[in-house]
C-alpha cells in the first residue's frame, strides 16, 4: 500500500507475486475511523461487545513495540502469550 496509515478512498494495492506486480483498485465511502468510533459507541450506550476486545488492543500494542525495539535493536523480539 502506497498510504497504509491514512488511505483515501480510492487506493491502489500492489501485490508482488513471483515476478509480476498485480495492482488491486480499493475504494471506499466511509471516513477511516468511522466503523471504529460507531462500534465503540454501541458498546458504551449499548452494552454491545466491541468488535476489537481489550486483548486484542494489547497485543497490537505489544506487537508494535516489539516492532519498534526490533528496529532500535536491530535483533529479532519475541512475543510471549
Not at 496509515?5 to 465511502?29: A, M, Q, Y
Not at 460507531?38 to 497490537?60: F, H, K, M, W, Y
Amino acid at each position: 500500500m502506497t498510504r497504509p496509515f491514512k488511505p483515501t478512498h480510492e487506493e491502489t494495492l500492489l501485490v508482488n507475486r513471483g515476478d509480476r506486480v498485480e495492482e488491486i483498485r480499493v475504494t471506499s465511502h466511509e471516513e477511516l475511523y468511522l466503523p471504529q468510533v460507531e462500534d465503540l459507541g454501541r458498546a458504551i450506550l449499548q452494552g454491545t461487545p466491541p468488535r476489537v476486545s481489550l486483548a486484542d488492543s494489547r497485543g497490537n500494542v505489544a506487537t508494535i513495540l516489539a516492532l519498534l525495539e526490533s528496529a532500535r535493536t536491530r535483533q529479532p523480539v519475541t512475543l510471549t502469550p
